[in-house]
Every structure is written in C-alpha cells, then in structure tokens.
C-alpha cells in the first residue's frame, strides 16, 4: 500500500488533527453562506461545479478558502478532481499520483485509480515523484475532509504544458465530470508587488476570470505582464485556471462568482511584498446565464425596466431608511440576527421597488459598497440584505468589526431604472451614473464618483472599463458595448 505523507503539516497548517479540525470550523463558521448569493443559490439547487482556491498558508488564506470550501458543505461528491502547478519539480506535460492514499493528520484519502485511468495519455502521465514536495494539492485536503464524507481524490500538476496538452486534460475532465464531480483548481494571485498594484492586478485578474473566456483570461495576463513587468506572476496556476475556463466552455457552464479577494498585506499589516489570494466558483444554470454575478448588476435585458412609476423619496422616508439601515448594521454586527421591520403598513416604503446601493464609508474612505439594479423586493428587505452585503460580504474588504461601527458613516444611492443612450453625449456627469454591459462583462460607477474624483468623461468612462470591468481602458467605444444611464437620489447619515 503506498501512501503520500504530508509534506507541509507543521508549517502551512497545523499538525495536531484537534487544533487542525478546529481551525477550520473557525475558518469556515465566519462564512455566512446565507449572505452569499452564490450560496443561496446552491443551498437551493445545484452545488459548484469548479472552485478556484489559494493555497498559501493557513494564517495567510485559510479564510479566503473557506469562502469556497462552505459552498460544497455536506453534499455528495465522489470525486474530487485536484489541479495545480508544480512549484518544486521540474517537468514536461501533466503528472498524475496514483498512489493508494494521500494522507492528512485528520486521516487517509482514497486516490480514485479508475478515475486516473480515464484521464492518462502521452503527455498526461503518472508520476508520484513530481507530487511528493508539492504543497499547493496537500493544503486543500483538511478543508475537503471537513466538509464533505466518502470522497475520493485524483491529483494532477502541470509542469512545462502546452495549449495541445491543456485541451486534452480539459476535454478528458468535461468528459468525467458529472454531478458527483468537483474540480478544484489551485492557485494563487499576484505575487510580491506592493499591496496596491495587487488591488490593481488582482482585480482585473478575476474580473477576466469571471467572465468564462479563456482568450479573456490569457489576453489580461498578457496585457499586465506588459504594463507590470517587475511583479513575478498575476496566477501562479494560470495553466490549471485556462483548464478550468476551457471545462467551462465544454460544460456550458455559465455562472460564474468571486466569493472572496484580499491579499497578505490587509492580513499581516506589511504592504510592501504581498501575495494576492481569491476563492471563485463556477457552477451551472439551467436559467439564463449570469456571469461574473454580483448583487451591483441586472441578471439580463428582460430585467431592465423601461419605465420608473416611484416618486422621491420624502426626507422623512430617506430619515427612517438611515435609521433601519444603521439598526441592521449594528444588530447584525453584534448579534448576527436582522432586526425586524418596525413600519406602519399605509408606509409607502411597504410597496415601494427601487435598485438600491449602499455604501459604507471609514473616516471618509470606502468601506464597503454593494447594491442591486434589479427591484426583486421591497425597500425594506432590500435596504436589510444590501446594507449586510455591503458590510460583510464586499469582497475588497475583511468583514466589518463591532470595534468599527462608530466611525461608519451609512449612504444610501436609491436608483432609476436604466436607459439606454446611443450616444456617451447624452451622459451628464454629476446627474447620471453609468451602466456598460460588454458581451457578458458588466461594470457601474454611481453619478457622486464622478464628483468624488473630478474626472473627464473620457477618464470616467475609460476607468470604468478597465478598473471596474478588467477590459481596455477604450471599451466603451466599441460598437458591441451597450451604455445605460441612471439617476440617484442620494442620501446619509
């Protein structure tokens, strides 16, 4: 019986299978996954069908892992398909370990031989040794074995791969990937720039990813090489994530979600050298397609009104939606729990329905920022769920602390429904906020950035398309791009 021993328990996890286990459940209970959209959507249907997680150390990303790892909590896979690069042997084409188990202080996992069967040909080989140093498979073990039971693993590095060999392995896993069927890719973000390029990079690194478009992808890191030369690599496993997009292509798989993002330095205080870390999951809908999903956007052209029936609001409803939303913020902040709706039933908040945004700001800088285009509820629930989301679930941001609830200051952006122009000309800068939707890469600024910033149209328009949507600065002028614009009654605390 061979078994792979772990390599970095002790150093990147803990060795203790009690410390270990506990540090997960730590890891993982901070994830509400009701509060995620991605979550709630999986609790009700379909699980992921791809996840994308870091692998550094625990202390480093253990919790950005968790964010993926929770979505897959309890269901029924079999097979847990495992894909890296090689960050220590050296080697041509994509190595397999078919040895009997891989083994973690919390127990021994099966390899699935008959599952490697189906995937081997003359470059897709077995070879225990290019995995026995590798840490970046070993460290998503202790998560599976936390949220799942009676799985079976089949482990793979990339080494020196060409485009030929990436399709071959992403045609032989669309093959075998069924409902009891999870690939897990492995990866990393930017590596050692100063904590603001990773921001920059990383962003747009996800935002390419998001959109399922494996040219996409390969064309963002391209385009960041050039124009970041001095950071060492933008996706340490940029090979195992273009499989990833290609099984997407496959599968037809057309969700797609960034469940968390942050990088070393908001977790050790040092900006100076960091490491960029994302949890991302794909997963398939029978509905129409949502890529790159946020609550910040419509889910399709059928969700874009073309009338606006509601009035303004009133400075007292604008007083008492301050007023809930602050309630919500505390409450669940301290408690976890929403705080029921306290609203006379003649209030026209009952039947209102509006896009709503919430921002939350720290001694006058962003803290938070999230909202919804789409009208799905009432004012109410909805001002609840945003100003939630808002605190706690903005992937750019760790989630808020009791500590900082007094420096918090709450704005709330009510919205009209979106109007197409044919022309940028009909922008006004200050009054209109803008909605570009390219293809199925979506991306808004709200009217108060541009008076926030000063920019030009030009430099408005041009940073929406590339900060925002992680496209060419000049994507705004392509005939396939469609420009919404909006207003905003705006107010806070």
Known sequence: MLIRQPVVAGQFYPNSAKKLSSTIQKFLNKVNIKNTSLGAVTRRGKPP?????????????????AHAFRQIENYNFKHIVLLGVSHSAFFRGIAIDDSDFWQTPLGKIKISKNFIAKLTDKNIFVDKQAHQQEHSLEVQLPFLQEVLKNFQIIPILIGQASQKDLKLLAQKISDNLNNNTLLIISSDLSHYPKQKTAQIVDKKTTDAILTLKHKRFVNTLSQLKQTYPNVDTFACASQPIEVALLVAKNLKINKSKLLHLTNSGKITGDGNRVVGYASIAFYKSSSQSSVGATLAGPRNDAAIPSEHKSHELSSQEQKFLLNYSRQVLETYTKTGKTPKERLNSKNLLRSKKRGIFITLKKHGQLRGCIGSFVANRTLLPTIAKTTIASAFHDPRFPPLTKQELKDIKIEISILSPLKKINSIKQIKMGKHGVYLKYVNCTGTFLPQVATETGWTKKEFLSQLCS??????????LDPKTEIFIYTVQLFSE
């Open 49 to 65: 069908k791809i996840l994308i997680v870091p692998h550094a150390g625990y202390d480093y990303s253990g919790q950005v892992a």
């Open 467 to 476: 900060q925002k949507m992680g496209l060419r600065s000049d994507c705004y």
